[in-house]
């Protein structure tokens, strides 16, 4: 039994094949029952994402494992394999276990640490356990792949710091006001990320919204959705002193708030802090507002830099993860060598004692000369012979089938020894 | 004892600059164990320095407040109990990485001054000093809290405006939650800074004879209170904050610096033992 994933994403396939390769929630339980009729698969999980279609399987042949997967892969969605071939990334054994904990762990994503991945495989293990494609093999693995994303998410910081420039706007928000409950914001113009960051100052907590536009309907319209206060554009400035964060997203082609008329706005906030954010090209809000005390400006190319230092920073948290993942690997893998070792052994044991038989058959003419009770002699000391060879390999592998490395025993005691291990044999 | 006493000293001070360190690394590294451990570090610390306090004070007989090298004990002392208290109630870990060192720097320099338990000034067998004493050492310690939380502010404050984040970006809480903690511990320490004038007022009429002496202590204290009043006024009159505050909080602590260490280095005042 091995296990293999064959898959492609967003690094080694155009989006043009990725979408053409998918199991849409729709026909995933279709798939996998198609998939589990192919030739050598034992059990399988399709994980289909926008940015990743994989297959895992649990097979009784590597190649002729992965070469069934990829036949599948290509013929379910009217490709043929050729057209395939070149995208599609291969593991097996602990490649493939150590490949599922880090997609799982979101470390083989686009944007390393996004949240979503983590979801996404738990339900794909969810859609082939209900459709009864996997068993012992991939059960114990799924729970060992919820449990590397559950301690990524809670130990590692990975999923920590906005990639995207209006969680960053509220991130920066957090970090002057610590938390934005309570507070007020107002938009200036109706340009959709503002109205977008915006909303997610809203889900996390700011309490009052006063939305202006030089068109005064259109600031009524968009403070309703947000059950806000439109403001006359001629009074931005007299109810910015209420406001805490000013996002500014105009398509005005000049300068809409100046530094001449902050300044008094400010000092009527009793220094309080105001967060202006300025996600209009052109921009709207004067450069120089950012050297006023207490204000703190950022226009879109200023978040893109905060966006490139939170990645960076998230990649720092990389080895923390990836010690996570080498400490499940291991545990899995002790569990999955015990889990064929047994087999192993019979399936050694079964093969030097059909030597043996077969050797006696032969000689059975010759051996019929002897006395009886020196045949038995014969076939005490043959089994004896069969018993002394296999006593020190396997209290060895008995011992090995406790590490890690147990597993790569049994795939060496089945390369030397031909064997045909069936661990359902167990 | 006495040997009992420094031994304990020593292991306060390796502890403090363990925690020192892991404060450090934690801030460095933002991994959350570091902090755990600086954390439990630095209650061990904790427990050892409390008991030298009172092995010290069961050997005198005294209140161990009376001398320059007991007095830096306690200041240490009451620093990093203040600092847990504020690490528990607002999970501030990065704090640690700020005050933590002032400790350790309190019991470096206590252990480099003469340390033998020597008679009791006949001027300290008063009540008013086992009053006056501890007191004003907590004053000094949340302005010193303030001040460390104020360079806090100022870093985060620095990164924000230049938009470059760099560690300390990630590390820090928000610039509000600075400011209003450093504003907190400062109108704390302000009472207390009264309260500890007021009764050494009274307590210098009875020893001195007049309430007030224009002495080297009592005139940096003067100025110290003057300055930490101007910001709890400003505060609440025409919204002093940010980092103006943050400035006046870091000038509050230097003068602070200057009544306590300036005037007991430079000497001199009625003042001048302690």
Redesign the interface.
Same mark, same amino acid.
């Given at each position: 039994m091995q296990i293999v994933a064959v898959g492609l994403n967003h690094k080694t396939a155009p989006v043009a094949i990725r979408e053409t390769i998918s199991f849409p929630e729709a026909v995933v339980r279709d798939a996998l029952k198609t998939l589990s009729k192919y030739k050598h698969i034992k059990e399988c999980v399709i994980l289909s994402t926008c940015n990743r279609v994989e297959v895992y399987a649990v097979v009784d042949e590597p190649e002729k494992g992965i070469h069934s997967v990829k036949t599948f892969m290509a013929h379910y969605n009217g490709k043929k394999t050729s057209d395939l071939e070149d995208h599609l990334y291969t593991y097996h054994g602990r490649d493939a276990v150590n490949h599922v904990f880090r997609v799982v762990a979101s470390l083989d994503s686009m944007i390393v640490g996004e949240p979503q991945i983590f979801g996404q495989l738990k339900d794909a293990y969810n859609f082939a356990f209900e459709s009864g494609t996997t068993r012992s093999i991939f059960n114990t693995l799924f729970k060992y792949a919820s449990q590397v994303g559950k301690e990524v998410r809670s !130990?590692t910081?990975i999923g920590k #710091?906005a990639v995207s420039i209006s969680f960053a706007a509220v991130e920066?928000a957090?970090?002057?006001?610590?938390?934005v409950e309570g507070k007020t914001v107002m938009i200036v113009g109706a340009g959709e990320m503002g109205e977008l960051t915006a909303r997610h100052l809203v889900s996390n907590g700011v309490s009052h919204v006063l939305v202006t536009n030089r068109t005064f309907s259109k600031a009524e319209e968009l403070a309703e959705q947000f059950h806000g206060t439109p403001v006359p554009f001629e009074k931005m400035y007299e109810k910015m002193v209420e406001a805490d964060i000013v996002i500014s997203s105009t398509g005005a082609k000049n300068c809409v708030i100046s530094k001449a008329e902050v300044a008094p706005v400010l000092q009527r =906030?009793? #220094? =309080?802090?105001v967060f202006f954010i300025d996600i209009a090209v052109p921009r709207d809000i004067e450069a120089e507002v &950012?050297s006023l005390?207490?204000a703190?400006l950022?226009d879109i190319d200023?978040l893109q830099?905060?966006v490139a230092? &939170?990645i960076k !920073?998230r990649e720092?948290e990389i080895p923390?993860v990836e010690a996570i993942i080498h400490k499940h690997l291991k545990a899995f893998l002790g569990w999955y060598s015990s889990l064929d070792m047994v087999p192993a052994i019979i399936s050694l044991r079964r093969k030097l004692d059909n030597i043996r038989e077969s050797e006696i058959a032969r000689s059975s003419s010759s051996l019929a000369k002897l006395p009886p009770e020196l045949r038995e002699q014969v076939e005490i000391l043959t089994k004896s012979i069969i018993n002394k060879i296999l006593h020190d390999p396997v209290t060895e592998l008995k011992k090995q089938a406790e590490h890690s490395n147990g597993y790569a025993y049994v795939e060496a005691l089945g390369k030397l020894f031909n064997l045909k291990i069936d661990h359902q044999e167990k | 004892m006495f040997h009992l006493h420094l031994s304990l000293m020593l292991g306060v001070l390796i502890v403090y600059a363990l925690g020192t360190a892991f404060y450090l690394i934690a801030l460095k590294t933002n991994e959350i164990r570091w902090g755990r451990y600086a954390t439990r570090l630095t209650y061990a610390g904790l427990a050892v320095h409390t008991a030298t306090l009172l092995i010290r004070w069961y050997e005198a007989g005294y209140l161990p407040i009376t001398n320059f090298y007991e007095s830096l004990s306690f200041f240490a002392w009451s620093i990093v109990v203040l600092y847990l208290l504020l690490e528990y109630r607002y999970d501030i870990h990065s704090l640690g990485a700020f005050v933590i060192p002032i400790a350790f720097a309190a019991i470096f320099y206590a252990m480099l001054l003469p340390s033998e338990i020597r008679p009791l000034n006949p001027l300290l067998q008063s009540a008013w000093f086992k009053v006056h004493v501890p007191l004003s050492f907590f004053a000094y310690s949340s302005f010193a809290m303030s001040a460390a939380l104020s360079v806090m502010y100022l870093i985060l404050e620095k990164q924000i405006k230049s938009k470059r984040p760099h560690a300390f970006y990630y590390r820090l809480p928000s610039l509000e939650v600075l400011d209003a903690l450093s504003y907190r511990l400062i109108s704390i320490g302000f009472s207390l800074l009264t309260i500890t004038i007021i009764i050494g007022t009274f307590w210098s009429l009875k020893a001195w004879g007049s309430y007030w002496e224009w002495e080297p202590k009592q005139t940096w204290s003067l100025i110290s209170w003057i300055i930490y009043a101007t910001q709890v006024h400003g505060r609440s009159v025409s919204g002093w904050r940010g980092k103006k505050a943050a400035y006046w909080s870091l000038l509050g602590f230097l003068t602070i610096i200057f009544t306590y260490l300036g005037v007991n280095v430079f000497g001199g005042g009625l003042h001048g033992f302690l």
């Amino acid at each position: 039994m091995q296990i293999v994933a064959v898959g492609l994403n967003h690094k080694t396939a155009p989006v043009a094949i990725r979408e053409t390769i998918s199991f849409p929630e729709a026909v995933v339980r279709d798939a996998l029952k198609t998939l589990s009729k192919y030739k050598h698969i034992k059990e399988c999980v399709i994980l289909s994402t926008c940015n990743r279609v994989e297959v895992y399987a649990v097979v009784d042949e590597p190649e002729k494992g992965i070469h069934s997967v990829k036949t599948f892969m290509a013929h379910y969605n009217g490709k043929k394999t050729s057209d395939l071939e070149d995208h599609l990334y291969t593991y097996h054994g602990r490649d493939a276990v150590n490949h599922v904990f880090r997609v799982v762990a979101s470390l083989d994503s686009m944007i390393v640490g996004e949240p979503q991945i983590f979801g996404q495989l738990k339900d794909a293990y969810n859609f082939a356990f209900e459709s009864g494609t996997t068993r012992s093999i991939f059960n114990t693995l799924f729970k060992y792949a919820s449990q590397v994303g559950k301690e990524v998410r809670s !130990e590692t910081q990975i999923g920590k #710091n906005a990639v995207s420039i209006s969680f960053a706007a509220v991130e920066l928000a957090k970090k002057i006001f610590g938390d934005v409950e309570g507070k007020t914001v107002m938009i200036v113009g109706a340009g959709e990320m503002g109205e977008l960051t915006a909303r997610h100052l809203v889900s996390n907590g700011v309490s009052h919204v006063l939305v202006t536009n030089r068109t005064f309907s259109k600031a009524e319209e968009l403070a309703e959705q947000f059950h806000g206060t439109p403001v006359p554009f001629e009074k931005m400035y007299e109810k910015m002193v209420e406001a805490d964060i000013v996002i500014s997203s105009t398509g005005a082609k000049n300068c809409v708030i100046s530094k001449a008329e902050v300044a008094p706005v400010l000092q009527r =906030r009793m #220094n =309080r802090p105001v967060f202006f954010i300025d996600i209009a090209v052109p921009r709207d809000i004067e450069a120089e507002v &950012n050297s006023l005390d207490n204000a703190y400006l950022y226009d879109i190319d200023d978040l893109q830099m905060v966006v490139a230092a &939170n990645i960076k !920073e998230r990649e720092k948290e990389i080895p923390l993860v990836e010690a996570i993942i080498h400490k499940h690997l291991k545990a899995f893998l002790g569990w999955y060598s015990s889990l064929d070792m047994v087999p192993a052994i019979i399936s050694l044991r079964r093969k030097l004692d059909n030597i043996r038989e077969s050797e006696i058959a032969r000689s059975s003419s010759s051996l019929a000369k002897l006395p009886p009770e020196l045949r038995e002699q014969v076939e005490i000391l043959t089994k004896s012979i069969i018993n002394k060879i296999l006593h020190d390999p396997v209290t060895e592998l008995k011992k090995q089938a406790e590490h890690s490395n147990g597993y790569a025993y049994v795939e060496a005691l089945g390369k030397l020894f031909n064997l045909k291990i069936d661990h359902q044999e167990k | 004892m006495f040997h009992l006493h420094l031994s304990l000293m020593l292991g306060v001070l390796i502890v403090y600059a363990l925690g020192t360190a892991f404060y450090l690394i934690a801030l460095k590294t933002n991994e959350i164990r570091w902090g755990r451990y600086a954390t439990r570090l630095t209650y061990a610390g904790l427990a050892v320095h409390t008991a030298t306090l009172l092995i010290r004070w069961y050997e005198a007989g005294y209140l161990p407040i009376t001398n320059f090298y007991e007095s830096l004990s306690f200041f240490a002392w009451s620093i990093v109990v203040l600092y847990l208290l504020l690490e528990y109630r607002y999970d501030i870990h990065s704090l640690g990485a700020f005050v933590i060192p002032i400790a350790f720097a309190a019991i470096f320099y206590a252990m480099l001054l003469p340390s033998e338990i020597r008679p009791l000034n006949p001027l300290l067998q008063s009540a008013w000093f086992k009053v006056h004493v501890p007191l004003s050492f907590f004053a000094y310690s949340s302005f010193a809290m303030s001040a460390a939380l104020s360079v806090m502010y100022l870093i985060l404050e620095k990164q924000i405006k230049s938009k470059r984040p760099h560690a300390f970006y990630y590390r820090l809480p928000s610039l509000e939650v600075l400011d209003a903690l450093s504003y907190r511990l400062i109108s704390i320490g302000f009472s207390l800074l009264t309260i500890t004038i007021i009764i050494g007022t009274f307590w210098s009429l009875k020893a001195w004879g007049s309430y007030w002496e224009w002495e080297p202590k009592q005139t940096w204290s003067l100025i110290s209170w003057i300055i930490y009043a101007t910001q709890v006024h400003g505060r609440s009159v025409s919204g002093w904050r940010g980092k103006k505050a943050a400035y006046w909080s870091l000038l509050g602590f230097l003068t602070i610096i200057f009544t306590y260490l300036g005037v007991n280095v430079f000497g001199g005042g009625l003042h001048g033992f302690l």
